[in-house]
């Protein structure tokens, strides 16, 4: 079985497990919540040759059979498995758990008919093994997303650059600018294979269009201008902690002259801020008689 690393996620109940399944996910890692231990050793064989796969994350939660007996139960499976495994232990201090039960509205799942305060001791007593275990205890008390994000990225991407990933998407502004863009740039005065009879039909990945495209030099320096002003918005978003960091680059009906740019940028990119993924919005999308 090829190795892989398991980070088993676990902790007291309101200390923000689901908030780090998340920033698992975002990570690059197959999150699993509420996994029956017996069920781990296939989920990490069939996952262990999953390309693209940093690691897997299991949350563990007390509810399971036995409370206790489940998580200790994940522990002796993983340590038998050929993995390479940790152990994320969440806590907070009382008032804080209180707190974000009452804002939430939710019984404690150790008291259903008792106080809150009351589940949270018992919990505490019963998970004290299991947090003798881990291998990382972080208090969230007082920890903002933002900084929990910054910690797992730290603690479990280590191998990670220090900004986040890159995304380039193209798109035609006749059918509207991406919602999730953080940087939208306009590449409508680019030379237009549109009016070109033996370049029209042809997608912007093609070969031809790219050539065409980036043939004018004051076409080159534009784009060069803007792999610069995108190298230099990454350099300040070093442990930013954010998902990815989306640029969309769009032309008129988003089939010629942003696909080709997206294609050149992601090249001249990828070596230096993997990963770097790319995407054709409105590739696809019935061509108008209107320039694209």
Do not use: W
């Not at 275990?133 to 603690?155: E, F, K, V, W």
């Amino acid at each position: 079985m090829t190795k892989s690393l398991v980070v088993l996620v676990t902790g007291l109940s309101g200390a923000g497990k689901t908030n780090a399944l998340h920033i698992f996910e975002d990570l690059g890692f197959f999150a699993v919540d509420n996994i029956p231990p017996a069920l781990i050793p296939r989920l990490v064989e069939l996952l262990g040759t999953e390309p693209g796969l940093r690691g897997t994350a299991l949350v563990v939660d007390c509810r399971q059979e036995g409370f206790f007996g489940g998580i200790q139960e994940a522990l002796r499976v993983l340590a038998e498995v050929d993995v390479t495994y940790a152990v994320l232990y969440l806590e907070a201090d009382d008032a804080t758990l209180i707190r974000r039960y009452k804002e939430t509205r939710r019984r404690h799942p150790m008291a259903p008919q008792g106080s809150v305060a009351e589940g949270i001791a018992l919990e505490r007593t019963l998970l004290e093994p299991v947090r003798q275990q881990a291998t990382l205890i972080l208090d969230t008390s007082n920890l903002t997303l933002y900084r929990l994000r910054r910690t797992l990225t730290q603690a479990y991407a280590a191998d990670a650059s220090g900004h986040p990933p890159l995304r380039l998407v193209s798109f035609g502004f006749k059918h509207g600018a991406p919602a999730e863009a953080d940087l939208v740039l306009d590449v409508r005065s680019l030379p237009n294979p549109h009016y070109h009879p033996d370049l029209a039909p042809l997608p912007g990945t093609d070969a031809r269009v790219m050539a065409f495209v980036l043939h004018d030099q004051s076409a080159r320096r534009l784009v060069g201008r803007m792999e610069a002003l995108i190298r230099d918005y990454l350099g300040h978003l070093e442990d930013d902690a954010r998902s990815d960091f989306t640029v969309a680059i769009g032309c008129t009906g988003g089939h010629h002259r942003s696909v080709a740019v997206v294609e050149h940028l992601a090249s001249r990119l990828s070596s230096d801020y993997s990963p770097v993924t790319v995407s054709h919005r409105d590739l696809e999308k019935e061509e108008s008689s209107s320039e694209t």
